[in-house]
């Protein structure tokens, strides 16, 4: 077994809105704890509904947030090794971003192989221009582009779908452990979005890369995942080896979101019909789908589900595979919830 590729332990973030005495916390990622073994390169999806939390959870990850709570490691070392100033190169050498936006990627005042150059030449990945020269080549050969046709064109030059492939392969230049993508997908034609997609598959094998692949498309994110995250408000409810997930749902909330996926390229938004509980949720202090749940009992609703291992593969939060009974060993997530702050959990 090689070192895990990423560790999250407790991992949280409370936003504060509005003003200092008046305002209340947003618990927008809610004591994650979460292991991408690193034996091989993986693609890691992280799914769920819009407001689940799962950008706060990429820009912590990415070092863009500091948490509130928890600490995160990549390939053993802890993020906060990185903050030191002289080791801020060395993150951007093994954790590389991928953004939903490749319009917004790139200033539209810069030609894009700039950057492409800027990031071998930065990140000491070559030393003369001549050397990044062969190594754009290469990386922008792997998306499928070739530097003759992207040199000195300026970023509205392209569509979406290929300024996304220049920023995958900008990416890939320094030889990442990690790609973290939050829906790369999403501003791209949904007929090409399986183009994009697929080239994940292929990098990682190619670039011994591992991805984490943020999106609302689950129907992309079931097709290329090896390992699959469902989040739901702040928490991760459901984990485990993609095949497992989808074979044999646990959580009934991954249960609806199968079922919501007849079609490639279609969101869940406008699939899933779910009964709009926010505002009795507010209030809950057990299991956050309880309200939705049709198989809630009301030990789901006055206690917090701890992560239940099902196998060596997969776990999930939801007391139905307990028997309905606190496993032993199993609350402690709703205990370090409590430990971690009174907050109003508005995250809902
Ligand atoms: N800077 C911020 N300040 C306050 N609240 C925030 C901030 N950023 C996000 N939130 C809140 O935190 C929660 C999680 O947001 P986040 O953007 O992480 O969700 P998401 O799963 O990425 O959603 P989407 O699918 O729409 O991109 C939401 O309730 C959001 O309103
Ligand atoms: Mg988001």
Partial sequence: MGTNILEIHGLSMHYKIGGMLLGTKITAVDHIDLTLPGDKPQIMSIVGESGCGKTTLAKM????????????????MPLSFYAKRKNKKAFLKKVQPIFQNPFSTFSSRKTVDTYLYETALNLDVAATK???????????KSVGLDLANVAGKYPNQFSGGELQRISIARALIPKPRLIV???PVAMIDASLRM??????????DEYNVNFIYITHDLSTAYYVSDYIATMYRGNLIEYGKAKEIL??????????????IPRVGKKWNEDMKLPDLESKEYGLHGCKFAGRCVYAKEICRSTKPGMLQLNADHQVLCFKH?????????????????ATGNHSDLSL
């Fill in 61 to 76: 990850i990415l070092r863009l947030l500091e948490p509130s709570f928890g600490e995160v490691l990549i390939e053993g």
């Fill in 322 to 338: 307990s028997g309905y009974q606190v496993a032993a060993g199993e609350a402690n997530i709703g205990v370090n919830t409590a």
């Fill in 181 to 183: 993508a939050d829906e």
């Fill in 247 to 260: 074979n044999q749902p646990a959580h009934p909330y991954t249960e609806l979101l199968l079922e919501s």
């Fill in 195 to 204: 183009n994009v997609v697929n080239l994940f598959m292929k990098l990682k």
């Fill in 130 to 140: 001549q050397e990044a020269k062969g190594i754009i080549t290469e990386v922008l």
